[in-house]
T-cell receptor
Framework: DGGITQSPKYLFRKEGQNVTLSCEQNLNHDAMYWYRQDPGQGLRLIYYSQIVNDFQKGDIAEGYSVSREKKESFPLTVTSAQKNPTAFYLC??????????????FGNGTRLTVT | KQEVTQIPAALSVPEGENLVLNCSFT??????LQWFRQDPGKGLTSLLLIQSSQREQTSGRLNASLDKSSGRSTLYIAASQPGDSATYLCALGSSGGSYIPTFGRGTSLIVHP
């Protein structure tokens, strides 16, 4: 069953702790993206990766870090430097490469609450 | 930088109505435009993707159009049903370098029986 798996669905952390959100895909897609969604704000791009071992900052990368060591995995770490980490985090993938008209696919998201 | 606006922000209609959701954008240099549906607490589900060279796409009761010259796309939903209640988002895949989708803030739709 092909798809994108984000885990966990809900995550609770104390302020000052780093936390890592998982995104795994078996679609054989090259491109992967992390978005943050806040009420009334729409989706904002945190980081993206077009290919293994390469990634780029998005619009709101401060306080976040990523790695792309495997094609299937693109974990996002929310560090203690992120001032307002409580949000809904969405991972997306695309076939990528020269397939500019391949659609974007999303996981079911992780809701992070930091207190 | 691409800016995407969706109007209206919220919409409440009785079941059976035909309705139109709007998406406008500032930069017409795009690869494609994609419409999504999002249910509360869930990820986004792709509805339709219109390539830059296309004018419209249809899937069941949904029809999406694209007019690059005016910077507009519309999503037409025919014979709306309560199950259509969700937030609808459009995303532009801009051309020129890396493919980075830019999203609108969405239209929250309620279809009441």
């Amino acid at each position: 069953d092909g798809g994108i798996t984000q885990s966990p669905k809900y995550l609770f952390r104390k302020e000052g702790q780093n936390v890592t959100l998982s995104c795994e895909q078996n679609l054989n897609h090259d491109a992967m993206y992390w978005y943050r969604q806040d009420p009334g704000q729409g989706l904002r791009l945190i980081y993206y990766s077009q290919i293994v071992n390469d990634f780029q900052k998005g619009d709101i990368a401060e306080g976040y870090s990523v790695s792309r060591e495997k094609k299937e995995s693109f974990p996002l770490t929310v560090t203690s430097a992120q001032k307002n980490p409580t949000a809904f985090y969405l991972c997306a993938t695309r076939l990528g490469g020269v397939s500019y008209n391949s659609p974007l696919h999303f996981g079911n998201g992780t809701r992070l609450t930091v207190t | 930088k691409q800016e995407v606006t969706q109007i209206p922000a919220a919409l409440s209609v009785p079941e059976g109505e035909n309705l139109v959701l709007n998406c406008s954008f500032t930069d017409s240099a795009i690869y494609n435009l994609q419409w999504f549906r999002q249910d509360p607490g869930k990820g986004l589900t792709s509805l339709l993707l219109i390539q830059s060279s296309q004018r419209e796409q249809t899937s069941g009761r949904l029809n999406a159009s694209l007019d690059k010259s005016s910077g507009r796309s519309t999503l037409y939903i025919a014979a709306s049903q309560p199950g259509d209640s969700a937030t609808y988002l459009c995303a532009l895949g801009s051309s020129g370098g890396s493919y980075i989708p830019t999203f609108g803030r969405g239209t929250s739709l309620i279809v009441h029986p």
